[in-house]
């Protein structure tokens, strides 16, 4: 299928690969570079996978600037591994200072309590116990002596950003601030000086399942405890150059594509990530302000802190939401079926969605309220 013959995907993940991707992996499939293999045929250590491995590493280091005291490591286990993976990594079994601000960071603090004494810093929840406003860091309550404070920065689920990284030090903690940016990863610049660690699963917004991203500060990473599993340590990992166990070697590659694509990646005057951040910005403020101008569609969450990326919405007439989800298939629009805790809609406007993606699915909205509204 061309490019303008393929629907648009808003699945919150796994989740859209761009066009230019898929074509190139589909080219290479049976024979990379001339070296009679397919990449899932070939040794990790080899001279060919180690040369898919070192680009993906520089690449992904120069798009989020990633600076030299910091390693990049391409592990497994996903996010949900990560939370258990990061405890026993960094808590040495101390206190773990936890943001519950939607569905995801809910998860990591009950994973985290099986090593760490977890501390809410705060809770985001409304009476309802629904997640729609994120609460300002000066108002965390932090602890003096934390192992970390663990914070989601982009909650797939609930559709809530944090736009702004939080400062720790300013704030009176010496904690490493460590995010969960499985859903938001490249989709924006990183403050490096405000993290300690950085995780994310790479099916949203880098790539094919089965590959999670670590980066991670050096000073970080022997301060495992002794039931850490070896393959997931760290520093094991760290001195091995990801190669400690088989890493997810096809998932790796195609993610390196994605960073190709990304570095080439021009909109608005700009390039690179920076490029990628206003294209997906003008994606978001395109389908806020339609979904704000609807009498039949809304969005709950506070202004400031709506996601770029996972935008829920709920037809305030439930009864018309399958009628919805079957007219939006046959428009060529997947997958906006909402998460089941959450209900209604959801679109998922990852990196890989195109900004015509975008306005398809608003001329989409209009029509049908037009019709039922
Ligand atoms: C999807 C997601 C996860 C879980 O990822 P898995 O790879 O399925 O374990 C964790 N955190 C966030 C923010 C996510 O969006």
């Given at each position: 299928?061309?490019?303008?013959?393929?629907?648009?995907?808003?699945?919150?993940?796994?989740?859209?690969?761009?066009?230019?991707?898929?074509?190139?992996v589909?080219?290479?499939?049976l024979?990379?570079?001339?070296?009679?293999?397919?990449?899932?045929?070939m040794?990790?250590?080899?001279?060919?996978?180690?040369?898919?491995?070192?680009?993906?590493?520089r690449?992904?280091?120069?798009?989020?600037?990633?600076?030299?005291?910091?390693?990049?490591l391409?592990?497994?286990?996903?996010?949900?591994?990560?939370?258990?993976?990061v405890p026993?990594?960094?808590?040495?079994?101390?206190i773990?200072d936890?943001?519950?601000s939607?569905t995801?960071?809910?998860?990591?603090?009950?994973?985290?309590?099986?090593?760490?004494e977890?501390?809410?810093a705060?809770?985001?929840?409304?009476a309802?116990?629904?997640?729609?406003?994120?609460i300002?860091?000066?108002?965390?309550?932090?602890?003096?002596?934390?192992a970390?404070?663990?914070?989601?920065?982009?909650?797939t689920?609930?559709?809530?950003?944090?736009?702004?990284?939080?400062?720790?030090?300013?704030?009176g903690?010496?904690?490493?601030?460590?995010?969960?940016?499985?859903?938001?990863?490249?989709?924006?610049?990183?403050?490096?000086?405000?993290?300690?660690?950085a995780?994310?699963?790479?099916?949203?917004?880098?790539?094919p399942?089965?590959?999670?991203?670590?980066?991670?500060?050096d000073?970080?990473?022997?301060?495992a405890?002794?039931?850490?599993?070896s393959?997931?340590?760290?520093?094991?990992?760290?001195?091995?150059?990801?190669?400690?166990?088989?890493?997810?070697?096809?998932a790796?590659?195609?993610?390196?594509l994605?960073?190709?694509?990304?570095?080439?990646?021009?909109y608005?005057?700009k390039?690179?990530?920076?490029?990628?951040?206003?294209?997906?910005?003008?994606?978001?403020?395109?389908?806020?302000?339609?979904?704000?101008?609807?009498?039949?569609?809304?969005?709950?969450?506070?202004?400031?802190?709506?996601?770029?990326?996972?935008?829920?919405?709920?037809?305030?007439?439930?009864?018309?939401?399958?009628?919805?989800?079957?007219?939006?298939?046959d428009?060529g629009l997947?997958?906006?079926?909402?998460?089941?805790?959450?209900?209604?809609?959801?679109?998922?406007?990852y990196?890989?969605?195109?900004?015509?993606?975008?306005q398809?699915?608003v001329?989409?909205l209009n029509?049908?309220?037009?019709?039922?509204?």
């Amino acid at each position: 299928m061309t490019q303008a013959s393929r629907p648009f995907n808003f699945s919150p993940g796994p989740a859209a690969i761009p066009h230019e991707v898929l074509s190139r992996v589909s080219e290479e499939m049976l024979d990379w570079h001339g070296s009679g293999m397919s990449v899932m045929e070939m040794s990790h250590r080899g001279r060919e996978f180690t040369s898919i491995y070192e680009a993906a590493e520089r690449d992904l280091r120069e798009l989020l600037q990633v600076p030299d005291h910091f390693r990049i490591l391409f592990m497994q286990g996903g996010g949900l591994g990560e939370n258990a993976i990061v405890p026993m990594n960094l808590s040495r079994g101390g206190i773990v200072d936890v943001v519950l601000s939607g569905t995801w960071s809910h998860k990591s603090a009950a994973e985290a309590r099986r090593y760490a004494e977890v501390r809410i810093a705060a809770d985001c929840a409304n009476a309802d116990g629904r997640y729609l406003d994120l609460i300002p860091a000066t108002d965390w309550q932090l602890s003096r002596d934390a192992a970390y404070v663990h914070v989601c920065s982009n909650e797939t689920i609930d559709g809530l950003e944090l736009h702004q990284l939080p400062d720790l030090k300013a704030l009176g903690s010496d904690a490493p601030l460590v995010i969960d940016c499985s859903s938001h990863v490249a989709s924006r610049s990183v403050d490096w000086s405000k993290v300690g660690l950085a995780f994310a699963g790479a099916q949203k917004n880098i790539g094919p399942a089965g590959l999670t991203l670590v980066i991670v500060r050096d000073d970080l990473l022997d301060r495992a405890l002794p039931i850490c599993p070896s393959a997931f340590n760290y520093q094991l990992v760290a001195q091995a150059e990801s190669m400690f166990n088989t890493p997810p070697t096809f998932a790796i590659y195609v993610a390196g594509l994605v960073f190709q694509w990304l570095k080439g990646f021009s909109y608005a005057g700009k390039t690179g990530v920076a490029a990628i951040e206003q294209r997906n910005i003008d994606k978001a403020a395109l389908l806020y302000q339609a979904l704000d101008a609807s009498s039949l569609y809304e969005n709950r969450v506070a202004a400031r802190s709506r996601s770029r990326m996972n935008i829920p919405f709920f037809l305030r007439d439930e009864r018309l939401n399958e009628p919805f989800l079957a007219g939006a298939r046959d428009h060529g629009l997947l997958q906006l079926k909402g998460h089941k805790s959450v209900g209604g809609m959801r679109a998922s406007i990852y990196n890989a969605m195109p900004l015509e993606g975008v306005q398809a699915l608003v001329s989409y909205l209009n029509d049908f309220e037009k019709r039922h509204g």
